[in-house]
């Protein structure tokens, strides 16, 4: 009788749950400023990346199929402006990001 009494206790209401779920989920209030700038800066820079890569192997295959590949000793590619398009994108974007680490860097270096 005494572990049907303690089961009994144990179990819990439906009544119960609801109450600690509604008690809970008022006290979320979203991601913050911090992490929205975050993800969208991880997004937007997963886009240029790959974008730059995308118009540089363009580029790329453009110049191989009008002249020596780059493969064999050929620089016709040097004469493709989506070459050109793409990899000044790509540094641009690298130096952007790369920005934010050194401004850091120097601060931390100056404490």
Known sequence: MAAATAAAAA??????????????SGSYKGMSSDNVKGLVLALSSSFFIGASFIVKKKGLKKAGASGVRAGVGGYSYLYEPLWWI???????QYWIL??????????????
């Not at 819990?12 to 809970?24: F, I, K, N």
């Not at 793409?86 to 641009?92: D, I, N, Q, S």
């Open 11 to 24: 179990t819990v209401t439906a009544a119960e749950v609801g109450a600690a779920v509604a008690a809970t």
């Open 98 to 111: 790369s920005l934010r680490a050194r401004t850091r860097i120097v601060g931390i270096l100056t404490l």
């Open 86 to 92: 793409g990899m000044t994108t790509r540094e641009y």
